[in-house]
């Protein structure tokens, strides 16, 4: 049972290149998120997931794309990056049980845009 | 290293004393309460949660209060070791959402 996992670990861009950063959990959860962290500002929520199919837009939402084509993965998409995006990326994936919501985290993406 | 911890506050202490990490958080309308711990170059991990109809919750050697008069919440460590240095991070989830809404964390420094 790996849990959250994230590829890349690590990645360069140059200003206006694209990419996308895959999450997959594989522990059954209907919930996913994306989340980005700079330094003094916690975790911002960029898109989430309640579903296959379905995503809303978060806090930070300028700039992404998401997809949940399969209930295990959430793939991140940046169309033309720039240095404002620099950051780590992190994903989570949570199961509703009643009222609470445990979200369990990857282990980051660190992107740098020049 | 990871550069999460610039700016934040930070708190001190020797190991084997008791650790409090406080939060205020934002929304009356906040019905569970989660605390992450964040070592560098990690995600966050889950450490306790609590909902909003308890005023404590105990774990090992974790403790979490919830003061809903003042909203706050506070995280207390018992007798800390080195490993527990890392950034603590408190979460709340309005009633109704299936988002969390985090604070900016803590930094815990522990020195043998």
């Known amino acids: 049972n790996a849990g959250v996992t994230q590829t890349p670990k690590f990645r360069v861009l140059k200003t206006g290149q694209s990419m996308t950063l895959l999450c997959a959990q594989d522990?059954?959860?209907?919930?996913m998120y994306w989340y980005r962290q700079d330094p003094g500002m916690g975790l911002r929520l960029i898109h989430y997931s309640v579903g296959e199919g379905t995503t809303a837009k978060g806090e930070v939402p300028d700039g992404y794309n998401v997809s949940r084509l399969k209930k295990q993965n959430f793939l991140l998409g940046l169309e033309s990056a720039a240095p404002s995006q620099t950051s780590v990326y992190f994903c989570a994936s949570a199961r509703l049980q009643g009222s609470q919501e445990t979200q369990y985290f990857g282990p980051g993406t660190r992107l740098l845009v020049l | 290293g990871e550069s999460v911890g610039l700016h934040l506050p930070t708190l001190s202490v020797q190991e084997g004393d008791n650790s409090i990490i406080n939060c205020a958080y934002s929304n009356s309308a906040s019905d569970y309460f989660i605390w992450y711990k964040q070592e560098s170059g990690k995600g966050p991990q889950f450490i306790i949660d609590?909902?909003?109809?308890?005023d404590k919750r105990q774990g090992q050697r974790v403790t979490v209060l919830l003061n809903k008069t003042v909203k706050h919440l506070s995280l207390q460590i018992a007798a800390t070791q080195p490993g527990d240095s890392a950034v603590y991070f408190c979460a709340e989830r309005r009633q109704g959402y299936s988002t969390l809404t985090f604070g900016k964390g803590t930094m815990l420094l522990v020195s043998p």
């Open positions: 522990m059954n959860h209907e919930y």
């Open positions: 609590i909902r909003s109809n308890m």
